[in-house]
Each structure stands twice: as C-alpha cells, then as structure tokens.
C-alpha cells in the first residue's frame, strides 16, 4: 500500500501541511522517500517551566516546535536527523509522569507523554524508524551526546562553589560540559565542545575547564577564554534566550501514527492546515 500511488500522494499532501503549519521561518521539509509516520502533543521540560511542543516523526527526521495555534500553525522548528538520536526511558516519579530523555550531539532534554500508551508508542516508532535508517546506509549513529541541562528551580545556590545564591544579580548559567547551574564567577571559562559547536568556544565551569584542559588542551597553554561580558552567549536551541509566555500549554490532542501495512493514518487522514498562512 505504501507504494501504491494514493498513498505517495496523500503523504505529499501530509509532508507538505506540516511544512506549512511553520510558515516561512521554517525549512522545507519535502524530499524524496520521505514519509511522515506519526505527529502528536508532548511536553518538553524547559529551563523554567514545562512546555507543550508539537512532534512530527518521519522516516529519516525528528521535528518539533511551539504551538501558535493548535493543529495549525507553529514556530521555533528544529529539526533532528534520527541517526543523531538517543533515547532513554525514565521511571516515573512523584513529579514526573510518562517522561523520557532524548539526547542528541548538541542537546538534550526531557520529553514526557499524557500516558504510558502514548510514551511507549512514541520510543518505539523512534527507535524502529531510526533502525530502519541505520540498515544498509553509510549514515553512521552518533557517538557523542550534550548532557541535559538541570532546570533553574532545581537549585537555588552555584552547584560547583555552593556559596553563591542566584538571585537577579546573580544570575544561573549552565555549564555546556556537565549540565550544572553555576554562577558566573564558576562559569568565566570556555572551551570548543565538539559535538555541541565545532568552533565556538562555550561557556563552561572551572571543574569541567580543569578536566578538559587536561584531556585536549594540555600542549596549547592556557585559553581561559573572555567574562561573560566580553562574549556572546551561544546556546544550540535557543532555550537560554527563549521567553517564558503563559498560556504555553494548550489543549492536548492524541498521537496519531501510519498503519504502515494498510498505508492509512489511525484517527487521522489529511491534516487540516491552510494551505497558505498570512505574515505576522
């Protein structure tokens, strides 16, 4: 069935609505043998507060962004190729319900589900879709993974001096290396992290500056780096820069995913985007 020429053409209609739904800011997302597998609400631990996204699975990408109006238009698109993935199940808590971690070379972060149902089904399409790829390709997995950074509320003092209160004077950094909040006395060096950024050099702390001085940098002499103040600040997502709007969670919609045998969509058919959407 999905060779059968309805389906390549329903799947282009398919393909062509989400690339629309994210405007002119976003990338094109139509190419060859590109099918679209699945699409659902999930909500994304972000620095300061949790936030719905919207998730597209394809056979060959992972695509999420923030959700203007739901089922219809989103913004902030990032796009993740599948063999850049890693996917960790985590057990839940008294806080977190239905959570995973999704790594990937220059970010990481926590994803959780409404339900059981609705995780498993997104790890396990993940994880078939990216074995598929990987199976007679020359694409080769990644090697190296970006540490999930610790949310802001989860301390209140610098994680390395554990002296310094943050505060709006003393405001929380991440470090690039290890995820911790440090402050920015802790946090003046930098350093190229190859994974996350070939070239630019990275805010990082003075413990996680020692040990990669040591592993990488030991014949190059001391490369410390500018303050804070002198470079600017680079963070692959934008997260560190994204602003905090309320109303961010909106209304939940269920997963829906490609009965790949039948060549049809489960509580879903053609998605139900404008075909054209007007600048802001």
Partial sequence: MMDHPTFERENQERVQAVESSFHQAGKPLSKPGRILIGEG???????????QKILFLFTDILVYGSIVVPGRWYKKQ????????????????????????IRTPSKSFFVSAPSYEEKKAW?????????????GTSR?????????WIPDPAACKCMRCLSTKFSGVNRRH???????????????????IDHIHPTKKLRICSFCYKNINEEKFRDRGD????????????CPSGEENEKVEEGEIGIYSPSNWLDTKNG??????????PKSIPSQ
Avoid at 81 to 98: A, N, R, T, V, Y
Avoid at 140 to 148: G, L, M, N, R, T
């Fill in 78 to 101: 990032k796009i993740i190729p599948l063999e850049d993935i890693e996917l960790e199940d985590l057990e839940d808590s008294d806080i977190f319900k239905h959570q995973w971690l």
């Fill in 174 to 192: 991440h470090c690039r290396n290890c995820g911790f909040l440090v402050c920015n006395s802790c946090s003046k060096q930098r350093a190229v």
């Fill in 223 to 234: 490369s410390a780096g500018k303050s804070s103040s002198e470079e600017e600040e680079f």
């Fill in 264 to 273: 049809t969509w489960e509580r879903l058919s053609i998605y139900d985007y």
């Fill in 41 to 51: 609400t999930v909500f994304k631990q972000g620095r300061k507060k949790i936030q």
């Fill in 123 to 135: 790890i396990e399409h993940i994880n078939e879709c990216r074995s598929s790829l990987m199976q």
């Fill in 140 to 148: 080769k997995p990644s090697k190296k993974f970006a540490v999930s």
